[in-house]
């Protein structure tokens, strides 16, 4: 069992030393933005061209649903969101520090990127992760 | 190359028949189309048949080992919700270039209950409900919801798709519901996703369709033109790539380029179809679709429903058949069902739900992940 959290993701990093953040690859030839390792860009098909980039930390709420249902064990309800991030890169997750309630919830609200522990989930091995989320600015 | 048309066509009533195996439940379809043409398996020459539940399990040949083992070549297709119009697809691309005068495609599917979408990879821990949701009424709620913030579309206008295919679905016998949901029942049913309830997220059914295609010769030769239906255009596109695709899966932009390319292969415009079967997975979806398709121009979608444009007796009646909300959407078969269903309207057979005068109709369905499939029927 590690004693560190793991990472919820993959394009999640947690570096020795300093904050952690989420990575982005960008294409250096279309300057599209994925998530995850690539070698080839599925917008213009660009080959290692693919550069790792720190994802901006702030972004704004694009769409959202609030989920009322979902599997069983999954605490409801919560908001799920896609949002915009300064730098183009889109990214899905859940919004907090704001009430699911349609009318509280508006469309390009500023989010910011935050970290934390994974709702205390853990894996098989007894494995802490850490997550990260969009807290909506007050 | 030839003509094709569909000569025989026909589904079983959709319901839930957990005591009846796949094949058992497509070799039912099957006979009725083929008893639709009055042909047999021994006219078939090939079968195409589309299952996402086993798409490992040679669905289409132990059909015809219920129906008739000819040994003819057996394709078996799986492209998630546009599995059965994929198969139909293949069909009419092997009649059209000459492979063979007449063939079968058969959509067939068997649901469990309950939620479809992504629970999560096998290792690490479950991201639904901590990275958002990956659950197919979040999905399509977020589409929805960036219609809203472009058009400022509502929950009402949203919840009114849903109240007319209930009550289309009441005009025809094979959906699997025909209940009528008054708005208010719509709105008050059980949350799943904001802004998609319970009575808007489509029914997981048990069901098949199937088709049987002909080039012109062989109709005519077999005296099949007087019911049949040409096949005026089949397109099937994937997802072109899009900015926000990774983390939204993507419906408008591969519906947007199937429309066209059907529209230029068939020589017509949106103003010349009559009536269209579209996929309705969610209520979300549909509004979306009226502008995709071209039904209307864009940010008229609300107006569209408002004004029951999109009704039966409206402008472009959509989804007469009760859709996939209220008909129910048996994945496979869902493409092959709307291919009977615009059919049966271009024939002047579709009862109580006949669109008055109806001579082409358009289907469309959508395979998340993407896969989308239009056809455009025309009655010969």
């Given amino acids: ?138 | 190359m030839t003509d094709a048309y569909v000569v025989g066509v026909d589904m079983i009533k959709f319901g839930r028949f957990p005591d009846r195996t796949v094949p058992q439940i497509g070799a039912e379809a099957a006979l009725l189309a083929l008893d639709d043409c009055g042909l047999t398996i021994q006219h078939m020459e090939a079968l195409y048949c589309g299952n996402l539940g086993q798409a490992s399990g040679m669905v289409g040949q132990r059909i015809l080992q219920l129906i008739g083992q000819t040994g003819i070549p057996v394709v078996n297709v799986s492209n998630a919700c546009a599995t059965g119009a994929t198969a139909f697809r293949e069909a009419w691309a092997a009649v059209k270039a000459g492979l063979y005068d007449c063939v079968l495609a058969v959509g067939v599917e068997q649901m469990g209950k309950g939620l479809l979408g992504g629970a999560g990879g096998a290792t690490g821990i479950p991201k639904e409900g901590l990275l958002g949701s990956g659950t197919m009424p979040a999905v399509f709620a977020e589409a929805g919801m960036e219609h809203s913030r472009k058009y400022g579309t509502t929950f009402e206008q949203f919840a009114k798709v849903s109240v007319k295919n209930h009550h289309h679905s009441t005009l025809n016998p094979k959906a699997m519901y025909q209940i009528e949901t008054p708005l208010e029942v719509v709105m008050n049913a059980e949350m799943i996703s904001y802004p998609n309830t319970k009575l808007m997220c489509s029914v997981n059914v048990d069901g098949s369709a199937a088709a049987v295609i002909c080039s012109e010769k062989k109709a005519k030769e077999l005296g099949l033109m007087k019911r049949a239906v040409k096949v005026r255009a089949s397109v099937l596109t994937s997802d072109p790539w899009q900015e926000r695709d990774l983390v939204m899966p993507d419906v408008n932009s591969c519906t947007r380029l199937a429309a066209k390319k059907a529209y230029e292969m068939a020589g017509l415009g949106a103003e010349d179809i009559d009536l269209v079967e579209l996929h309705d997975c969610f209520a979300t979806a549909e509004i979306l679709h009226y502008e995709n398709l071209g039904l209307c121009k864009d940010g008229e979608a609300g107006m569209m429903i408002d004004t029951g444009a999109v009704a039966l007796g409206g402008r472009i009646p959509v989804n007469v058949s009760g859709g996939l909300l209220s008909k129910g959407h048996p994945l496979g078969a869902t493409g092959i069902a709307n291919i009977y269903e615009v059919a049966t309207h271009l024939r002047g057979e579709a009862g109580k739900r006949q669109v008055q005068g109806a001579r082409i109709g358009m289907t469309h369905v959508i395979g998340l992940g993407s896969a989308c499939g239009i056809h455009i029927l025309e009655k010969a």
Avoid at chain 1, 78 to 92: F, N, Q, R
């Fill in chain 1, 1 to 138: 069992m590690s004693k560190k959290p793991l990472p919820v993701v993959d394009y999640l990093k947690i570096p020795d030393s300093g904050d952690p953040y989420l990575e982005g690859h960008k294409c250096g030839s279309c300057g599209a933005i994925f998530l995850g390792e690539r070698n080839v860009c599925s917008k213009c098909g660009a080959r290692d061209k693919m550069q790792a980039v720190k994802l901006a930390s702030k972004g704004k709420l694009y769409s959202f649903s609030i989920v009322h249902r979902s599997f069983p064990g999954i605490e409801v309800p919560y908001i799920s969101a896609v949002v915009d991030l300064e730098d183009g890169a889109t990214l899905k997750g859940n919004l907090i520090g704001v009430e699911p309630d349609p009318a509280k919830i508006k469309f390009d609200m500023p989010v910011e990127v935050v970290f934390a522990d994974a709702l205390g989930r853990k894996d098989r091995e007894g494995n802490s992760y850490l997550s990260y989320f969009f807290k909506a600015k007050a």
